[in-house]
């Protein structure tokens, strides 16, 4: 996060998407010890790599895992369901997808407001998480979207980034 603000490039790898799922799994479930989402891993087999900054992707995970998390329990207090973090690859594009089963993005809200710095929907947000995540995800040359779920509640986001 420190070398994103300060404007240092990002350290460029091959990188395992599943793998660090894998491993950041344990440690993106949210909440206090009686009130944790937990975060269940839907991950396409044999995956292809991408070239990424491990630590900017961290972060751009985090970001709406952690906004999933709290829309799942503001709908569901007593029972959360799980994030869904779900990936898939294309011809060309590694897809991250965070899905919840929160109220849904309000219909008047689109890309361009919700990744807007210093732009919230929380009584205590800061509003800078998706404008990083979207600002790291562009500089991997990959996109960053949002959307309500078609058919049950709650919204996915979706991390598109090139393939190796």
Request: charge should be negative.
């Amino acid at each position: 996060m420190r070398k994103f603000l300060k404007g240092d490039g990002p350290d460029f790898r091959r990188l395992d998407v599943n793998g660090l799922l894998r491993r950041l799994q344990p440690f993106l479930r949210g909440g206090t010890s009686d009130a944790k989402v937990a975060i269940r891993l839907d991950l396409e087999e044999a995956l292809p790599n991408v070239v990424a900054d491990r630590l900017q992707i961290q972060e751009v995970l985090h970001n709406p895992i952690h906004n999933d998390q709290e829309a799942n329990r503001a709908r569901l207090a007593d029972t959360p369901p799980p994030v869904i973090v779900q990936t898939r690859s294309t011809e060309d594009k590694v897809l991250i997808s965070v899905v919840d089963a929160g109220p849904g993005l309000p219909e008047t809200m689109d890309m361009d407001v919700i990744v807007r710095p210093f732009f919230t929907t929380k009584e205590d947000g800061v509003g800078l998480g998706l404008w990083i995540a979207y600002s790291i995800v562009e500089g991997h040359g990959g996109r960053l979207d949002a959307r309500n779920n078609t058919h049950e509640p709650g919204a996915t986001f979706q991390i598109r980034l090139p393939r190796e």
